[in-house]
């Protein structure tokens, strides 16, 4: 099946700062969600970007489906932007959804 | 428009029971998926079910696991006899055919 890689595993950061975070993908993927956990564990939708550049907030993503490879990206990091940030890609076989998730980045923001 | 409900939140189990997670998707959608989380991990695919009908099963184990979702109610992740190795998160998520995921806030299953 479809392999999902996650980069950097893990990432500390003094509040403030900006990163990025990215998603590999082995294969054409349908639709692409980057999701987060915070630390009571609900998974929390960022972004529905199967293709192309989207923005919300301190929040934006990219998907380069081509390229097989999505990117998120953080400004101005908070305290409550902790937590893990999973990416997952569905393939679209036969009309179905299939998410498949990585195994995602933990970010821990300092104060 | 209710999100994904999951019930129960927590749910401990003695070795041998049996544990229901029910999974009630978001209105108007037909998909849904479970997925188990062990502590500090990721997200590993169990099954995908469509109303009737099991799409994918292929993540989850042979024996003692079932899923259903039925024409009318939940969708229910059925556990025989459990074991400790099974205490986990369990999260569901649906979707409509095409489009966005949403999860619910899972079950927390500890099998003592």
């Known amino acids: 099946g479809i392999q999902v890689e996650q980069s950097p595993p893990d990432l500390i950061l003094q509040e403030g700062a900006n990163s990025t975070l990215r998603c590999n993908f082995s294969?054409?993927?349908?639709?692409l969600q980057w999701f987060h956990q915070n630390p009571w564990g609900q998974l929390i939708n960022l972004f529905y970007?199967?293709?192309g550049t989207k923005q919300n907030g301190r929040l934006s993503a990219t998907t380069v489906a081509t390229e097989r490879y999505s990117l998120l990206y953080i400004s101005s990091s908070q305290t409550t932007d902790s937590g893990v940030y999973f990416c997952?890609?569905?393939?679209?076989?036969?009309?179905?959804?299939?998410?498949?998730f990585g195994a995602g980045t933990r970010l821990t923001v300092k104060p | 428009n209710a999100g994904v409900m999951q019930n129960p939140r927590h749910l401990v189990r003695r070795r041998g029971q049996e544990a229901r997670l029910r999974c009630s998707p978001m209105k108007g959608h037909s998909h849904v998926y479970w997925y188990r989380q062990l502590p500090e991990e990721g997200l590993k695919f169990m099954v995908y079910?469509?109303?009737?009908?099991?799409?994918?099963e292929s993540g989850m184990p042979k024996e003692r696991f079932s899923a259903e979702f039925p024409k009318e109610g939940p969708s229910i992740l059925r556990i025989q006899q459990v074991v400790r190795g099974d205490s986990a998160a369990y999260f569901c998520?649906?979707?409509?055919?095409?489009?966005?995921?949403?999860f619910g806030q899972g079950t927390r299953l500890t099998v003592v």
């Open positions: 970007i199967p293709s």
């Open positions: 079910l469509q109303k009737e009908n099991i799409i994918d």
């Open positions: 998520a649906s979707s409509p055919r095409r489009g966005m995921a949403f």
């Open positions: 997952a890609v569905d393939q679209g076989r036969n009309n179905n959804n299939d998410m498949r």
């Open positions: 294969d054409s993927v349908n639709n």
